[in-house]
């Protein structure tokens, strides 16, 4: 069992940034594909950043050009640098891993942008 822990989540002004820290307990993190995604309050929860075992990364379209997603695997964490924050960035963000068959999810870190 892969466990997850977010951090960094908190009350932001717009136009504000926030890093967003997953750290995973699993010692063979460097084989998963690492996401992050968001859920706001009446909406279904979605993709927000990939990024792959490789290294590899993709966005939603809502976020390109103001989040980077990024892994250091010595430190088995994978973060998400959130930058020019809107209020509908608001959401409760969850870290997401993959390996073949087997997902894992954070416990989720609100984040609330809003003057």
């Known amino acids: 069992q892969v466990q997850l822990v977010e951090s960094g989540g908190g009350l932001v002004q717009p136009g504000g940034s926030l890093r967003l820290s997953c750290a995973a307990s699993?010692?063979?993190?460097?084989?998963?594909?690492m996401g992050w995604y968001r859920q706001a309050p009446g909406k279904q929860r979605e993709l927000v950043a990939h990024?792959?075992?490789?290294?590899?990364?993709n966005y939603a379209d809502s976020v390109k050009g103001r989040f980077t997603i990024s892994r250091d695997n010595a430190k088995r964490t994978v973060y998400l640098q959130m930058n020019s924050l809107k209020p509908e960035d608001t959401a409760v963000y969850y870290c997401?891993?993959?390996?073949?068959?087997?997902?894992?999810w954070g416990q989720g870190t609100q984040v609330t942008v809003s003057s």
């Open positions: 997401h891993a993959d390996f073949r068959l087997r997902e894992y």
């Open positions: 699993e010692s063979i993190f460097s084989i998963f594909n």
């Open positions: 990024i792959t075992s490789g290294g590899s990364t």
